[in-house]
């Protein structure tokens, strides 16, 4: 099993910067995938960017302004948002996608509220 706890969400003005975390208990290793989504209000859950391996993925609506980074030793994965807008207000999900072998299983963390005004 792995737990998965974020931490870091908060009110920002536009053009802010916030800076996630989320950190992973459990078997988890530097192949599994780690990555966040976001759920704003009335939409779906939605891909921000994921890292396995040190490579990394981006939707296009964040890149160039956000990065997401990992600490293998500490298990805790990292997401830096710069240039904040209106727009990536929404609930950011750690995720976790581990490989047990003969399958995988997706983890989720609780949630943080990310909020830009304008």
């Known amino acids: 099993q792995v737990q998965l706890v974020e931490s870091g969400g908060g009110l920002v003005q536009g053009g802010g910067s916030l800076r996630l975390s989320c950190a992973a208990s459990g078997s988890i290793f530097r192949d599994d995938a780690m990555g966040w989504y976001r759920q704003a209000p009335g939409k779906q859950r939605e891909l921000v960017a994921t890292?396995?391996?040190?490579?990394?993925n981006y939707a296009d609506s964040v890149k160039g302004r956000f990065t997401i980074s990992r600490d293998n030793a500490r298990k805790t994965v990292f997401l830096q948002m710069n240039s904040l807008k209106p727009e990536d207000t929404a609930v950011y999900y750690c995720?976790?996608?581990?490989?047990?072998?003969?399958?995988?299983?997706?983890?989720w963390g609780q949630g943080t509220q990310v909020t830009v005004s304008s």
């Open positions: 995720y976790a996608n581990i490989n047990y072998g003969l399958g995988y299983k997706d983890y």
């Open positions: 890292i396995t391996s040190g490579n990394t």
